[in-house]
């Protein structure tokens, strides 16, 4: 089993609320990413990152930042939540140069509402 | 058009079926199919990858591209209540370094005792 965590595993909030999604991995992966996913609906790539100090946005930034300070975090940052920020949000880790098929390890993910 | 078609579903078997899920494609630039299975509240986990054309089999799995119809497929043997997910398939182009995938929307499968 993937050795990657994140929490809240869920989170209601209201509108307007700053918050802060983690996520940690202990296997040493220099790529992570994070995914939003609907019911249903594909994975839209958000933000990743390939080391420390290294940060890019995905296919939908949906109005979050990131940051990468230590190899193992990768935490999501929504300034002013609102409704059309609820959803599932996935975080993901790869080995840097660990071949075509880049293998993410996936989290559990952190089920948001915002009210 | 989305680049990474996948029927939703649900898709529902009885136990011992062979189950065919599968993705269409329009980027001619992927080389690289993933199949990754996604059970409920948990984030999807990798089952298979082939790179270009071809078959290839793990147990009761096997995953089968093929590029000139732009077309992939996993097939699951003699399926189990256990293997009841959402099985969602995932290409890259892997140019440039960056081999981050396209995943499809998913199809959710239940296999019936």
């Known amino acids: 089993e993937a050795d990657i965590y994140q929490t809240p595993r869920y989170l209601v909030i209201g509108t307007g609320k700053k918050i802060t999604l983690e996520c940690s991995q202990t296997?040493?992966?220099?790529?992570m990413y994070w995914y939003q996913q609907d019911p249903g609906m594909e994975l839209h790539l958000i933000h990743y990152?390939?080391?420390?100090?290294?940060?890019e946005k995905g296919d939908l930034s949906s109005e979050s930042t990131v940051s990468r300070i230590r190899t193992e975090h990768f935490p999501l940052t929504l300034e002013s939540a609102r409704p059309s920020h609820t959803s599932q949000y996935l975080c993901?880790?790869?080995?840097?140069?660990?071949?075509?098929?880049?293998?993410?390890?996936f989290g559990p993910g952190t089920r948001l509402t915002v009210l | 058009q989305k680049e990474v078609e996948q029927d939703p579903g649900p898709l529902s078997v009885p136990e011992g079926a062979i189950v065919s899920l599968n993705c269409t494609y329009s980027?001619?630039?992927?080389?690289?199919f993933m199949w990754y299975r996604q059970y409920s509240r948990k984030g999807p986990e990798l089952l298979m990858y082939t790179y270009s054309s071809g078959n290839k089999e793990d147990g009761r799995f096997t995953a089968q591209v093929d590029k000139s119809s732009k077309y992939i497929s996993l097939f699951i043997r003699d399926s189990q209540p256990s293997d009841s997910a959402t099985y969602l398939c995932a290409m890259s182009a892997g140019t440039g370094g960056s081999y981050i995938p396209t995943f499809g929307r998913g199809t959710s499968l239940i296999v019936h005792p």
């Open positions: 993901a880790s790869s080995e840097l140069g660990g071949g075509p098929t880049d293998t993410q390890y």
């Open positions: 990152s390939y080391g420390v100090n290294s940060t």
């Open positions: 296997m040493g992966h220099d790529k």
């Open positions: 980027n001619s630039a992927f080389q690289y």
